[in-house]
Structures are given as C-alpha cells and as structure tokens.
C-alpha cells in the first residue's frame, strides 16, 4: 500500500512538474525571436543572425523557419495562439496586413523603409504607416533551356509574342526525338499556386492596373485577358509531359528539367538553387527566362513582385521593437548587410543603393533586366480573397486539365467565387 | 473496486489532468468558436448556427464526406477480409509462420506519410513502367483521375492495416479451444463448416474490434490522404479531414472548420457506436 502511495505521488508530481518549466526562465538581454518562410535562405540566414549578434552582444536572434513545402500561414497564426509570439514574422500582402493589423508596429521610420524601391510599399501601407518592409524582389516566366534552344535553332530572342512563342513550341516539338526532350513544357498541374497564382496573375493584373491594393479592393474579377490566359494554359498543357493534374514542383524541376528533359518550364528566379544543386553548369550557362505573352496587352513581360514582408511585432516589449527594427535597418542598408544580400541570400534587391552588376545568378540577372527595362507586370495575386487563388482557380484549373469542365465553367466559377467573397 | 479510496484518485489524477488539457477543454472551446466568426487571430462576434446551416450547402464539405464514407465502407470490408485471411494464414501449420506474421504487420510500422509518398512513387512511376513494357495504357497516370485516386487510397491504406488487424485476429483465433475444433471434426464438420459454425462465432469480439478500429481510422484519414493524391485533381480525393484542414488553413475559415470538426466528430462518433453496438450483439459468450 506504502508503495502505491510513493508511486501516485511521484506520478502526479511529475506531471505537474512538466507543466511547470514549461514557463519559467528569464534573459537579460534583448532576444529576436524571428519566424520567417523562406528555406532556400535559412542557413545563410542563420550565418548573418550568428554576425549580427557578434556585433550586438546585448541581442540574441532565434531564427525559426517554416516554409517551402510547409503552410507559413498557418504555422503562423498556431505560433501566434500559442502565446508564443515572435518578434519579426512574415506578412504576404493587403490580406495579411489587413487580418495581422493590431500586431504590426509602424515602421515608416526605418532607414529600410525609406530605401525601398518605388512602388514596393505598395502592399503594406496603411494611412501613410508602412508595416512591412519587403524581402526582395522576385520574378518568374518561361524558363527555357538554352543548350535545346540552340540546337533546335530557335531564337529566343525572337520570342516577343504569343504567335513567336507557339511558333518556337512548335518547332521545337518536331525536334523532339533528336534533342532528347520528353515533352517540351512540364506544367505542373498539381501545384495550384503556379497555375492559380502565377499563371492567373499575368493576365488578371492588366485588368487591376497591376497594383495588389486595386486587386484588393475589387468586387469582381472579369477576366478581360481570359483568352489570352486560355492560349498560354493550353499552349503549356498540350505540349507537356502528361498527365498534367499529377506532376508537381520536383518533377517539373527537378526531374525534368535539371536533367533536360524538358526544354521550357513556367518558374521564377528561385528554381536556381534546386537546378544548381543537380547540373551547377547547366544552371550557370544553360538557363534563360522568357516573357509570358499576355495577347491584347504586353507580349515580352514578366510579372515581377514582392514575395513577403518582414514585420514587426508592435505587441512585443519597446526595446524588442527598436531592436528589431535596427536588425532589419542593418540588414538592408549597411555595408556589411548589402553585400550578404547580393551575394550569400542571392536576392534581387527590393531597395536602392544596390550595385545590381553584382546580382551572381542568370535568372535572377534576368529578372532584374526586366525590371530595369520596365519589362514588368505586377505581381497582384495577394490581393486576390483568401484561398482564392489556389482553391478555386487553381482547382478549377485541374478539373479543365482533367477534360471534367470547359473553360467557360472555370471563369463562370471562379468570378462567382471571388463575388461571394467580396460581399 | 474501492473507487473511494483516496489513492486511486492521486493514480487517477495525472492522466485526468491530461485527459481534461488535450482532450476534453479543447472539445468545449471548438463548441464554442463553432457559434463565433473566428479567424485564427480574433473573435468578432457570435454568428449563431450560420456556420452550421452554410455546411449543409457547402458542396465541397459534401462531396468530402460521401468521398469519405465510400472509402471507408470498401476500406473497411477489404481491410477486414485481408487482415482474417492473413491471421487463418499464419495460424495454419506453416513453417513459416513467425517470418510471415512480421512480413504482414511491417507495413503498419511506416508512418503514414511516408507510406504515401512510396505509394506515389509506386502508381506512378512502378506502374507507368510496368504498363508501358506491357503495353497496357490504363497504367498510365495513375492518381490523376478521381477513380485511380480513390483505388490507389483504398490499396495503401489495405496494405498498411491489414497486418495490424490480422495481429488481432490471430489473437482470438489462437484462443478458441482445440477441444471444440476436435469435437466437430469427429461430428463430421467439413473445414468450412468449422470455420462459419465453430470458429466465425467465437472471433466475433474481434470483428468488433477491428471494426472499430478500421472504421475510426480510415474515416479520421489525413496523413496518407495529403502524401498520396493531395486531394487532387480537382478536389476530388479530399476527404473530411484534409478539407476540414484546407478550410482551416488555407482560407483561415477557422470558426466555419471547427463547425465543419463538431458535425465530422458526431458522425464519426455516431457510426462508431452503432457498429460496436451492432456487432457486440453478435458476440457469444463461451
């Protein structure tokens, strides 16, 4: 009897002994508790934060990524829940800025802020108060293999249009045999977001002016550029490795591309890293980005935008706050913080006094050409209701692959969609 | 059972204590954003039963749950024939019982994910393979129609729980008393007539069991659900779960998911007590 009692009591103390350390401990000096998205930058992320607190001994940087594959959003809002709130997190677009507004300090103030390129505020700007200062710039089209281009003679830069692109399409599928290639496009149809979100996007922002905030406040979508879009969709699905509606990002990629299986892919600038890491040559030299040709509007554009802003937490302690804000100031502005910038993170930079010559990568190089020429559609898709993007168009855009809904049905319910949510 | 003694409550106290934190409070709070406009960060204000009376139209919900419950009445029937005829299997006399019982339960010891993630290499690399040498074009892309989608769920999910309910069966089948096997051979039962008249009778605990248990599972499918199809195409192989998830997550309807997760748990909760009460019927008592 003795013994049952010792063992209950242990058991139970034990228990509550778990739930006790659960909160105890406290630190002196300053810590950045930073829950951030981007994967393909955690390790050199990490590298700078390590600099950083070298620099700053009173700040300590605890940086926590979830991303890539990962929902952000939601592991976001459960941090949040958590009670567990960090201190700079990532916010996306007018959506995000709207649902997280009580939580995001003003930052206006910052050097970083006053850095940043024309027009990238956009987004995150409420009554004159910027809330989030912007990662990068980002970019994406027609990545196309120059190696094939070359031996199938075709010249990308005679690319300008749609009528060019279907052209070279097909002259590339009647080489296809001898060039080695599967198909000439991989579309992955499984993955919403690149038809949903970026194919959607170079045809629906012409219609918003190419400004996120107009997309935002729209109560309708009325895919003026919808014929347009339909021909570029087609295009990538009938010239594709089938079937579409099940390949995904590292088939696309990974297995078709890096290996050069395929000669065009719809993707950004991010994609070099994941070739790098298969073909480091063929990523360097073998890789270019064409223009999506929007008919009716721009033929040789690509969207280019802002992925994610950084954030501060306004309901953290004063000093995290200042703190955080310096943290960002020095990475963007300084010397030390631009050079990580270009050269470690690979950015394109969203802020001025950049030595953009030094950007190190062909399609981010690429991009920033575009950029520089004015070659450029907006990225609007954050501005688009929530979920809508990936849910209902790009599900949407499935049951079209599939042959179960004409394109007709695909725009009908999609507009109805986006007009109920906009109620 | 001495219930009053005050040592079997402080044994009781640390798991009622867990029970109350995971289980039972995080119940009562999803009742009670159910009723609100919850978005995963504030609470504006109560809607009533709106988000109840939208899931009856939600067509979406809908099309998950009869997904949902298709699977599960073939996933269940199958996963059940399989896992007996495996335990009748291995408790036959066999030299290789022991090696073919840890074969047949293996399976369940993978996480779902990653069971998912072979699976989908399977459909569709092993098979487009497999058909393009044979020339049989069906083979082809594979998960990317609703129907191969449904199928290839309903194959990984037999394959990974067969071998934990044959472990179950084995357990009762071993239980049943040579003597009355013996019995009815020399009253002159046939092997099948041992098998329905003698054996079905006394393994019926077992059948509750496991029907249990694979109803509960396959109804609940998340994990393999996500790696396998995703859901896709078009939506089409979601089942509750994942679109209670999706609703949850990926347009941060948090209050309208939680309405979806207290209908999903009744009817789950519902189903699974008419079956053990069904089944416990049929039971006999030796």
Redesign the interface.
């Known amino acids: 009897m003795k013994r049952k009692w010792r063992a209950g009591l242990l058991a139970a103390s034990l228990s509550f002994a778990a739930i006790l350390t659960g909160c105890s401990s406290k630190e002196e000096q300053v810590t950045l508790d930073v829950f951030q998205f981007k994967v393909e930058f955690k390790d050199q992320f990490e590298k700078v934060a390590k600099a950083y607190e070298k620099e700053n001994e009173n700040v300590k940087i605890n940086i926590t990524t979830v991303g890539g594959g990962e929902d952000y959003g939601a592991a976001l809002r459960s941090k949040f829940a958590s009670g567990n709130e960090p201190a700079i997190y990532n916010i996306g677009g007018p959506q995000d800025v709207a649902d997280w507004l009580d939580k995001l300090a003003d930052l206006s103030d910052s050097a970083a802020a006053k850095a940043a390129l024309d027009g990238s505020l956009n987004g995150v700007s409420v009554d004159g108060k910027v809330l989030g200062l912007p990662y990068n710039q980002e970019g994406y089209g027609l990545i196309y293999n120059k190696n094939v281009f070359e031996k199938a003679e075709v010249d990308p830069a005679s690319i300008k249009d749609f009528a060019s692109l279907e052209a070279a399409v097909k002259k590339l599928d009647s080489k296809k045999s001898e060039l080695g290639l599967q198909a000439v496009f991989a579309l992955p149809g499984k993955e919403t977001w690149v038809t949903g979100l970026h194919l959607s996007n170079a045809f629906l922002a012409p219609e918003f002016d190419n400004n996120v905030l107009t997309a935002f406040d729209s109560k309708t979508v009325d895919f003026k550029y919808g014929d347009a879009f339909k021909k570029v969709l087609d295009l990538q699905n009938d010239y594709s490795v089938q079937p579409t509606v099940s390949l995904d990002y590292s088939k696309q990629v990974e297995e078709l591309f890096s290996l050069q299986k395929v000669a065009i892919i719809q993707q950004g600038n991010w994609v070099y890293g994941s070739i790098a890491g298969i073909d480091e040559d063929f990523a360097n030299n073998g890789i270019g980005i064409l223009p999506i040709p929007v008919e009716g509007y721009k033929g040789d554009t690509i969207p280019v935008g802002i992925p994610m802003y950084w954030g501060v937490n306004s309901k953290a302690d004063k000093a995290v706050i200042e703190e955080s804000k310096k943290f960002l100031d020095w990475l963007y502005t300084s010397d030390e913080g631009k050079e990580t910038v270009l050269n470690d993170f690979k950015f394109i930079p969203a802020y001025e006094g950049y030595d953009s010559s030094k950007i190190s990568d062909p399609l981010s190089k690429d991009v920033y050409e575009y950029a520089e020429k004015g070659k450029t559609i907006g990225w609007t898709f954050m501005g688009y209701p929530t979920g809508w993007g990936q849910d209902e168009l790009g599900v949407q855009i499935q049951k079209y692959l599939s042959k179960k809904a004409t394109w007709e049905e695909v725009v009908d319910a999609t507009k109805k969609a986006w007009e109920t949510d906009r109620k | 059972m001495r219930t009053r003694d005050l040592?079997y409550w402080?044994?009781l106290?640390?798991v009622l204590?867990?029970l109350t934190l995971v289980v039972i409070a995080p119940l009562f709070l999803g009742i009670y954003y159910s009723f609100t406009d919850w978005?995963?960060?504030?609470t504006k204000g109560f809607v009533g039963f709106d988000n109840y009376i939208a899931l009856f139209k939600d067509e979406r919900f809908l099309n998950s749950l009869w997904f949902t419950t298709k699977f599960s009445v073939v996933s269940v029937i199958l996963i059940n024939l399989i896992g007996l005829s495996l335990a009748l299997l291995v408790t036959a006399k066999l030299k290789t019982n022991k090696v073919l019982r840890t074969i047949f339960f293996m399976p369940n010891l993978i996480g779902g994910l990653i069971l998912g993630f072979i699976w989908q290499f399977i459909f569709?690399k092993a098979f487009a393979g497999f058909g393009s040498i044979v020339g049989i074009e069906s083979l082809?892309?594979?998960?990317?129609?609703t129907s191969t989608g449904f199928w290839g769920l309903v194959i990984l999910m037999s394959w990974q729980m067969s071998g934990y309910i044959m472990v179950i069966y084995i357990a009762y089948l071993e239980g049943v008393s040579k003597e009355l096997l013996e019995a009815a051979e020399i009253d002159g039962a046939n092997a099948f007539q041992r098998f329905r008249s003698v054996i079905f009778p006394l393994v019926a605990p077992a059948f509750t069991v496991s029907m249990f248990l694979t109803l509960s599972n396959t109804f609940k499918l998340y994990d393999q659900n996500l790696s396998l199809t995703?859901g896709?195409?078009?939506?089409s192989t979601q089942m509750v779960a994942m679109e209670i998830f999706?609703t949850?997550?990926?347009?941060?309807d948090m209050a309208y998911a939680q309405a979806k997760a207290v209908i999903f748990f009744l009817i789950v909760a519902v189903v699974a007590l008419v079956q053990v009460y069904i089944n416990k019927k049929r039971e006999v008592e030796m």
């Open positions: 040592s402080v044994f106290m640390p204590a867990a978005n995963g960060i504030q569709t082809q892309g594979w998960l990317s129609t995703g896709g195409p078009y939506n999706n949850a997550f990926g347009r941060y």
